[in-house]
């Protein structure tokens, strides 16, 4: 399907663009096009009447801005109702009301109108964005306030919506959980004085690494392959990176060059670097206390 | 369902976050901000979070139109009436 701004002839669904969505409706002449909810005009926003169908003229209809008219395919065009059944619709329509943003919009009406099918592909896509998005929630805590195990359960509930507990029977390394077609993945690592949990909708790999601890000689031998040189705080986080990527890998084989691993330090009094290996491109950092977690950095 | 209000708050926020683009979004989110002018919704950001609302906490919305509501707290009281 095509939208150009064209002259209209009777019969065509038509729309202006409003910010970032679109409003439509069916034109039926000059003076009428039919709509479900009102154009983007003061007079009509001021007013806050529920949305009905109603017509109005191709001026206030486009509202100062630039009208498309849907351009069909050959093959399209075997889908769209004829002219005057289009027409015959909408106006058996004026006055309805039961407008709703998801389920009764400006869109479904005319589609239902022109095409005999109501839907609306701006919910559609809305929709497809939101089920397919990639989530990544990070938690970590200072293990001489809260327990691991206090804080995999809030963050399984709060982020997964699941009980751990109940659901899933595991307490710690990393696991899946699949509920109605939707995966939970989480995973958990933890040091002497921190410990850390990732939830994510996507494979997820997490690592802490405590600085000074094993030493840096130890450490060197443990993660380090033949080519690999880290120094320092550098070592530490190498081996937080290489812990979150393992998936049971020898840690001296494991590549941290690829992308989705990101790392961060917690607070300095917990002196504990984390790593997270995930698809997710947005993640969000909090730190649990006293059984409940505030958002405390985004990285 | 149950759910308590600061628990559909922390949810709401997530979701928010999702869906705008300002960083900022999670400390801006009082009962009192406004949707429109301080957390920056738009409808394309309105359409995505009434979804996102519907899904997380398995509600439907009735009546909604992108100025229905005009604060975060708007919402929080809806969705709190809806799961009542």
């Known amino acids: 399907m095509k939208w150009t701004p064209r002259d209209c002839a009777k019969g065509d669904m038509v729309r202006i663009q409003t910010g970032s969505v679109f409003h439509y409706g069916i034109f039926v002449s000059e003076d009428e096009v039919i709509q479900f909810g009102y154009p983007p005009l003061p007079e009509y926003a001021d007013k806050n009447d529920p949305p009905l169908v109603c017509a109005v003229d191709i001026d206030t209809f486009s509202s100062g801005r630039v009208v498309q008219c849907l351009d069909l395919s050959r093959a399209e065009r075997k889908k769209r109702l004829p002219v005057e059944q289009t027409v015959k619709t909408a106006r058996s329509r004026l006055g309805e009301g039961g407008y709703n943003l998801l389920h009764n919009n400006c869109e479904h009406f005319a589609n239902e109108c022109y095409f005999g099918v109501k839907r609306s592909e701006q919910e559609e896509t809305m929709r497809k964005k939101w089920q397919s998005r990639v989530t990544l929630d990070v938690y970590f805590t200072d293990l001489s306030k809260n327990s691991e195990k206090d804080m995999l359960e809030y963050a399984a509930r709060r982020s997964g919506g699941l009980d751990i507990y109940r659901d899933m029977n595991v307490s710690s390394g990393s696991f899946t959980y699949e509920a109605d077609g939707k995966w939970v993945c989480i995973s958990t690592d933890k040091t002497a004085r921190c410990a850390a949990v990732a939830v994510s909708n996507k494979p997820v790999g997490i690592g802490v690494a405590q600085y000074g601890s094993p030493d840096e000689n130890t450490l060197k031998k443990l993660i380090c392959g033949l080519f690999e040189r880290a120094e320092g705080r550098e070592l530490y986080r190498l081996y937080s990176r290489k812990k979150s990527a393992a998936g049971g890998r020898r840690l001296k084989s494991v590549k941290t060059s690829k992308p989705g691993i990101r790392t961060f330090d917690t607070p300095e009094e917990l002196g504990c670097v984390i790593s997270v290996c995930s698809e997710a491109e947005e993640l969000r950092v909090f730190s649990y206390e006293n059984g409940a977690a505030s958002i405390s950095d985004r990285i | ?84």
């Not at chain 2, 600061?6 to 989110?29: G, H, M, N, R, Y």
């Not at chain 2, 359409?47 to 139109?65: G, Q, W």
């Open chain 2, 1 to 84: 369902m149950q759910m308590k209000r600061e628990e559909i708050t922390e949810k709401l926020k997530d979701i928010l976050i999702s869906a705008s683009d300002d960083p900022q979004t999670a400390e801006k989110c009082t009962d009192d901000s406004k949707l429109q002018t301080e957390l920056g919704m738009t409808s394309v950001n309105m359409l995505y979070t009434v979804i996102a609302i519907e899904e997380t906490f398995d509600i439907r919305f009735d009546d909604v139109t992108v100025s229905s509501f005009e604060t975060f707290g708007d919402v929080v009281d809806y969705i709190e009436k809806k799961l009542s």
